[in-house]
């Protein structure tokens, strides 16, 4: 079989594969780059998903590529907006014709004698098999499965008659107008499904175990609103961007170093949207803020929807489904003729390929990550993951602009294999999101690279300092090896144990 060869390949059209492919066009224009995409669509996240009220959960000024200003003045955007910000993004940049749709890939693998990825993949409207090699390997796929989501196993869930679907396999033809609506989940999905849906659907309630935080933001931006009357819209731009930046980044250590006063003020917060009292016991969370993510909504309109009468929430266990409904455990039934299981993502990592060193096993999860960028031990190859405390993006831009530094110093000193190497006594048993305790990250915490002690193999979740660590440190701080000694070379296979890991 003859395989295609590139330069580099970057595995996912999404968000993040997009702007690295963007970011290559401008830095490394020389190379030869293609997209390698399963879907049969630019976006990624934002084309799998389409509920009913889908949008971001971090504001647009921050959310939006570093490199093409989001200037429209809605905080929160919807969905549709976003995924057609992202093509528009891919043609101004003319990445269209450097994406391949439609292949899974199924197995990579580094040849440490050909210095090459070889990847093997499978064109899904054919069933046939197509291989590629390219000097550089770079992963865009996220973090969860698109081919499925998180579903608890519900005891009776065969009994219920009506209609039970999960979020990221929407129906396009769904009619829930005049419909009894029950959505099961806290987090940001079941929050933004909730007043969505409630506008047309009989009533809505949104069935949770416990609760989250939840906060309310404005739809749009006044502040920059009015400064774009009277400044430059790149001024009002990077003045706005800068201004979220650093909020994010206050409201999270301020979580984290007083964890009680913002509880407190996240509670009254909420406390003054609700009209009933006692629906505070329903956002009132066992847990710290930031132990897990705050869900943002947007002109309050979750609280809205409450009060109006056409949504409630429910805190219990389920017990089991039923013919009609749910049974809680408390002894309560909910009727419903459309069940909504709002109940999270299921982590994967590399999009579920096979990863491999000489046609051995690697095994991921037993490896830090470099400066959150590469992976120890593994030559050649860059992943893109954004931050989880802020905008997705603002990590995503600044790593792919130093995987572009790595590239072009390795043009420059005709190097054929870079690898960070070292860092055994750093490796620690949380993985790369431990201190998150949600659910979709306890249990991916097996197959998530490993969290270290200090740099570079620490992952800092603040974009200030990576900013420094990834565009301004020298590439040469002796971890990172450039066509290193064959005896470094070598790679880190995996433990018999744990050989199936990928």
Known sequence: MSAEHLDVIVIGAGLSGIGMACHMSQMCPGHSVAILERRQAIGGTWDLFRYPGVRSDSDMFSFGYQFRPWNDLQVLADGESIRRYISDTAAEYKINDKIRFGLDITQANWSSTEKLWTLTATELSS??????????????????????GYLPEFPGAERFQGQCIHPQAWPEDLDYRGKKVVIIGSGATAITLV??????????????????YIFSVPSRDAIAGFLKKILPESWVYHFTRQRNIRIQRWMYRAAKRWPNGTRNFLLKQVRKQLNNPDDMRHFTPEYMPWDQRLCAVPDADLFQAINSGKASVETDTIETFTEKGLLLRSGKEIEADIIVTATGLQVQVL???????????????????????????????GWIMGYTNASWTLKADIAAQYLCRVLKHMDQHHYQVVVPLGGEESVLPSS????????????????????????PWRVL??????????????????????????????????RKDTSEAA
Request: proline share 6%; glycine share 8%; with cysteine.
């Open 195 to 212: 007043p969505a849906m409630a506008a047309l659907a009989a009533h809505v309630i949104m069935v949770q175990r416990s609760p989250s």
């Open 432 to 455: 790369i999101m431990g201190s998150l305790e949600a659910g979709y990250v306890q249990r991916a915490n097996a197959v998530l690279p490993r969290q270290g002690k200090g740099l």
């Open 461 to 494: 979740n603040d974009y200030l300092q990576d900013s420094e660590m990834l565009m301004k440190e020298s590439l040469d701080d002796g971890l990172l090896a450039f066509d290193p000694p064959e005896s470094s070379a070598k790679p880190v296979l995996a």
């Open 127 to 148: 069933g046939e098999t197509l291989q590629f090699t390219c000097r550089f390997l770079i992963s865009c796929t996220g973090y969860y499965n698109y081919h499925q």
């Open 351 to 381: 999009g579920g390929m096979q990863l491999t060193l000489d046609g051995r096993p690697f095994a991921i999860h037993e490896q830090m990550t470099y400066k959150a960028v590469m992976m120890q031990n593994l030559p050649n190859m």
